[in-house]
């Protein structure tokens, strides 16, 4: 029976692809003999053996990378379209791949260098073999002290601590679901998330190190017990790792049968292995839970085999990463960046992965060279955010240090050409090469990038698709929007690979309409091709084909790299009882990229004396319900939103005052004269100079 998709965006206020942009094309960069000479992708045979006529099994050559305990028989089954399933039949455990398959050749070698953030504590090394027992005890624990068994789900909110690897590597291990939950978001948040997987187990820490302060993490966790009870989830277990041994770093008090200390439980299990069990290719390894365009984050569901396969594909051919080398991503375990590109990939290559604790400017623009230099680092993985925050705090730090990258990333938002200048020039000393990896918490692993040795890098731009990725620029008709013809569209991918998620956690219809149901002509079709992958991304492909990303084309706000929903920030302004109406818009920030900005109508019998209390207020909730890093640079108490005649609540327009933008034609509107007044309470009662803006601004909220 034919299955019937609501169309995403029936309206569409302003669309993406009507945008022409005009950038500047910047010069190429080519690397050096010496990056080539020691690449693990300096073959140009890759792009032959990785086009259209060889998909699918162009994969295997990733998944050949791997272990596997059954070979698969069917590389890709697309009888269930889009719900695609990878090198199904196989079986394999991503513990092993990650851990024990090394401790013939590396146990010896430095898995994973801790450096905690108070530089008086001294970088710690876990060798592969260190590695290996502390996985299967913590495993072992899992098992016999929580009964957990494969399949289950448990939700970590951990800092940056060895412990979080340990621990997702022993839910791995046993093929248990690890959800693990940003250690910065709130415990309100981890609550719910810890609801929608149906985690009876919390594993969580007594406190972290941020920014010179032991902070107190266990507060969070009874907020997240409490709040995911609300939701109708109990959560039975909390394990608690300790910071310092012999100290509690919070003052919560235990809850007798709920919580436990890691570190009281964990000798009884000294010494147990734990047999990794075989796991089909297509068994979930790990949640990941994401903001979208509804108020409520997604579940992302990634599968085992497919997920390990192509991230490890990502790391050696993209990361360039060789067992001798030393590897940092700065990135936070609790994105989809730290899980491929701190945990799975570098580990199933036997890399040394450094995990840094605090934060990068901690105590000074100095820190993160340090590190770099007394590690020895020579591949180095971050984002534009952090490398504005480093450009602006010690401009020519990196030049005191004595340390050589041979290759460097950035992910996670455009970077602006000089940005990346200076991040090639004074980070990377003119010798190593960058890639910029695009690509989402939905897919794994990067979608476009250039192949290090052999692409040349153009500042600003992701590059071509990763080998085997097919991107291509799609109007709001469906139309192809050609390379070189200056105008934007929505980026897509035009093909399944293994690294795309199954699904969203307990939503299969929420999946196909948030990322099919736009582009999908006949969605009864067994095709790939009649499958477009819609990212929510604007881009323009240059003539070289290279693509630039130009930013979000749905209610998603890009904060530093990380995605917030402007629906979700919403829906905690309206729990304040005196908000009627609120809408969030991101304002371009100078180091974040962009930061959310609160417009709220309070109810009608409000007076102006109790506006401090409710600013404050709405603050609040913000911060408690989300994270810190949800929090706005104003909130504006206005009279009314600008709304079409429909009721549409048209948040393009209040971005484009909070940005100092043209509004462009608001006639049609059903309330224009609200936009003057709104514009003289944000831009005061002088007339400011306009702009046309970022290009990204210009498409917000015009996808619902
Ligand atoms: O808008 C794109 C931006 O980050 C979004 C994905 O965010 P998230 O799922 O949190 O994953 C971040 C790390 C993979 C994308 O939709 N983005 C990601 N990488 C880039 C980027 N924008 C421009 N250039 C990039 N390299």
């Not at 430095?110 to 495993?139: C, G, H, K, Q």
């Not at 600013?615 to 706005?632: D, S």
């Not at 009279?639 to 009721?647: A, C, E, F, I, L």
């Not at 043209?662 to 514009?679: C, F, H, Q, Y």
């Amino acid at each position: 029976m034919a299955r019937t998709l609501p169309k995403q965006n029936a309206v569409v206020e302003t669309s993406a692809a009507q945008i022409a942009v005009h950038w500047r094309e910047e010069e190429y960069y080519y690397p050096s003999a010496k990056f080539v000479g020691q690449s693990n992708l300096s073959d140009p045979d890759i792009n032959e053996r990785f086009s259209e006529k060889n998909f699918p099994e162009c994969f295997r050559e990733y998944a050949d990378l791997l272990s596997w305990d059954k070979y698969w028989d069917t590389t890709l089954d697309t009888s269930d379209p889009p719900f695609w399933k990878w090198f199904v039949g196989g079986k394999i455990n991503a513990s092993y791949n990650c851990v024990d398959r090394h401790l013939d050749k590396y146990k010896n070698k430095a898995a994973i260098i801790f450096v905690p953030e108070p530089e008086s504590e001294a970088p710690v090394s876990l060798t592969y073999r260190e590695l290996y027992v502390r996985v299967n005890e913590f495993a072992a624990l899992l098992r016999d002290f929580c009964g957990l068994k494969s399949g289950d789900r448990v939700t970590i909110h951990m800092p940056m601590i060895p412990e979080l690897p340990v621990t997702m590597l022993a839910c791995a291990r046993l093929g248990v679901i690890h959800s693990v939950v940003f250690g910065g978001f709130s415990g309100e948040a981890c609550g719910l998330r810890a609801a929608d997987s149906g985690s009876k187990v919390l594993i969580t820490m007594d406190g972290y190190y941020r920014n010179g302060k032991l902070l107190d993490h266990k507060a969070a966790a009874d907020i997240a017990i409490e709040t995911a009870k609300q939701a109708g989830t109990v959560v039975e277990k909390a394990l608690f790792w300790r910071r310092h041994a012999d100290q509690n770093a919070s003052t919560s008090p235990f809850v007798e049968g709920r919580d436990f200390w890691v570190d009281e439980i964990l000798p009884r299990y000294s010494g147990e292995i734990v047999p990794p069990v075989p796991m089909d290719a297509e068994a979930p390894l790990f949640l990941m839970y994401t903001s979208g365009s509804t108020g409520k984050p997604k579940g992302c569901q990634h599968r085992t085999g497919g997920y390990l396969a192509y991230v490890t594909g990502c790391s050696k051919y993209i990361q360039d990463i060789h067992p001798e080398d030393v590897y940092w991503c700065m990135a936070d375990i609790g994105w989809i960046t730290g899980h491929s590109f701190i945990v799975y990939g570098p580990l199933a290559l036997a890399a040394t992965s450094v995990i840094y604790e605090g934060v990068p400017t901690y105590p000074d623009a100095g820190r993160v060279w340090r590190i770099a230099e007394r590690l020895d680092v020579n591949i180095f993985h971050t984002s534009p955010t952090a490398i504005r925050m480093l450009r602006k705090s010690g401009h020519d730090e990196p030049t005191k240090y004595n340390y050589h990258f041979k290759h460097m990333t950035t992910v996670g938002e455009p970077i602006e050409p000089e940005v990346w200048r200076w991040y090639y020039e004074t980070v990377g000393k003119g010798e190593a090469v960058i890639v910029d990896t695009w690509w989402q918490t939905e897919n794994g692993g990067f979608l476009c990038t250039t192949k290090p040795a052999l692409d040349p890098m153009k500042p600003g731009s992701a590059g071509p698709g990763m080998p085997g990725i097919y991107p291509t620029i799609l109007d709001e008709m469906g139309e192809e929007v050609h390379a070189g013809s200056g105008k934007a569209g929505n980026i897509c991918i035009r093909n399944p690979w293994p690294g795309i998620m199954q699904t969203i956690w307990g939503d299969r219809d929420r999946f196909v309409t948030q990322y099919y149901a736009k582009y999908c002509k006949d969605t009864n079709s067994k095709n790939w091709q009649d499958w477009p992958y819609f990212a929510a991304d604007g881009a323009v492909q240059a003539v070289d084909g290279y693509f630039r990303i130009l930013g979000r084309v749905d209610d998603v706000i890009n904060v530093a790299g990380h995605r917030l929903g402007t629906k979700e920030i919403e829906s905690a302004c309206l729990t304040v009882p005196e908000v009627a109406e609120a809408a969030v818009v991101p304002v371009v920030d100078e180091i974040k990229g962009r930061v959310p900005e609160v417009y709220i109508v309070l109810q009608p019998d409000i007076l102006p004396p109790q506006h401090q209390e409710i600013l404050a207020k709405v603050n609040h909730v913000i911060e408690t319900m989300i994270g810190k890093i949800a929090r706005p640079r104003r909130i504006l108490i206005v009279p009314d939103m600008p709304k079409t005649r429909s009721g549409k609540l048209m948040r393009r327009i209040l971005a484009a005052l909070s940005n100092n933008m043209n509004t462009g034609d608001i006639t049609t509107l059903a309330n224009p004269d609200v936009v003057e007044s709104v514009r003289v309470m944000v831009q005061g009662k002088e007339v400011v100079a306009l702009t046309d803006g970022p290009e990204d601004l210009k498409a917000f909220g015009s996808v619902d």
